[in-house]
C-alpha cells in the first residue's frame, strides 16, 4: 500500500513524469495508492497563497482514473503522531501525513528530505 505525500499527488495527476521511475512501477504494481485529504487541504491552501499549482479541476475523475483511494484521518493515526517527536514544531501537514501512513501500513512517497532524513523505513524517495 502507498500513501502519496502533497507534491508527489499533484506530480501523479499533472506532472507525471517528476516521478521517479521506481515509484512509477509501484504505482503500476501496487494494490492500493492512497491520497489523503490533509493532501487536498494542503495543496488548496499553498495554491491561495501561491506556493503550489492549483488542484485539477477534474481532480475526484483523474484520481480515480488512477485508481486512487482517499485514506481518512483517522483517530489511530492522531495517535499514532505521538510517536514522531522529531516532527515537532515542523510542517503539521507532514507530521499528520507521516503518522497517517505508517497507522495505515503504508510506504509514504515523499521528495521531502527532512522526511526521507528520519531513517524510516516506510518513507521512500518519490524521485527515485
Known sequence: MI????HALIWALASPERLGKQLKRRLESAGWVYFSP???FELNMAFMSG???????????????????ELQF????????????????????????VAQAQSAG??????????????LPFIKDATL
Open 38 to 40: 490533509i493532501s487536498t
Open 3 to 6: 500513501l502519496l505525500d502533497s
Open 74 to 97: 483517522s483517530q489511530e493515526a492522531s495517535e499514532c503522531a505521538k510517536n514522531f517527536t522529531a516532527l515537532v514544531k515542523t510542517d503539521p501537514f507532514d507530521w499528520m501525513l
Open 51 to 69: 506556493r503550489a499549482p492549483k488542484l485539477p479541476e477534474d481532480f475526484q475523475h483523474r484520481s480515480s482514473e488512477l485508481a486512487f483511494t
Open 106 to 119: 503504508c510506504d509514504f512517497y515523499t521528495a521531502d528530505l527532512r522526511l526521507l532524513g528520519l531513517g
